[in-house]
């Protein structure tokens, strides 16, 4: 069975930093780039970062540039979105998700394109 599972997500105050993980199960993360999104309730889906299958691209929106990181590790099949200086507006559900592509450095931050999603996590940033 092919599943991503996300973990690290909670409460924090503002200010303060999360570590999101994203683990695949059934399939090897190689063969896809990856991103992270979020979505607060009455809102679509937004595009937080992505990464490709080789890891030399990032690309990440406007709203947390600067402040978030994401990183892959093969060797874990693992994908990371480390979130710092974080504010009330960060608050939403996060999904990681996969998309397979050939292209080894490219990756997208469109929805629509990816193949594979976790079941999100919430990550709440409030005093």
């Known amino acids: 069975q092919l599943q991503l599972v996300e973990s690290g997500g909670g409460l924090v105050q503002p200010g303060g930093s999360l570590r999101l993980s994203c683990a695949a199960s059934?399939?090897?993360?190689?063969?896809?780039?990856l991103g992270w999104f979020r979505q607060v309730p009455g809102k679509e889906r937004e595009g937080v970062s992505c990464?490709?299958?080789?890891?030399?691209?990032?690309y990440y929106s406007d709203s947390i540039k600067g402040r978030f990181s994401m990183s892959r590790d093969h060797a874990k099949n693992t994908v990371y979105l480390q979130m710092n200086n974080l504010k009330p507006e960060d608050t939403a559900v996060y999904y990681c998700?996969?998309?397979?592509?050939?292209?080894?450095?490219?990756?997208?931050?469109?929805?629509?394109?990816?193949?594979?999603w976790g079941q999100g996590i919430q990550v709440t940033v409030s005093s």
């Open positions: 998700a996969a998309h397979r592509l050939t292209v080894q450095a490219m990756c997208y931050m469109t929805s629509r394109r990816y193949d594979y």
């Open positions: 059934g399939f090897t993360l190689d063969d896809y780039a």
């Open positions: 990464i490709s299958r080789n890891g030399v691209t990032t």
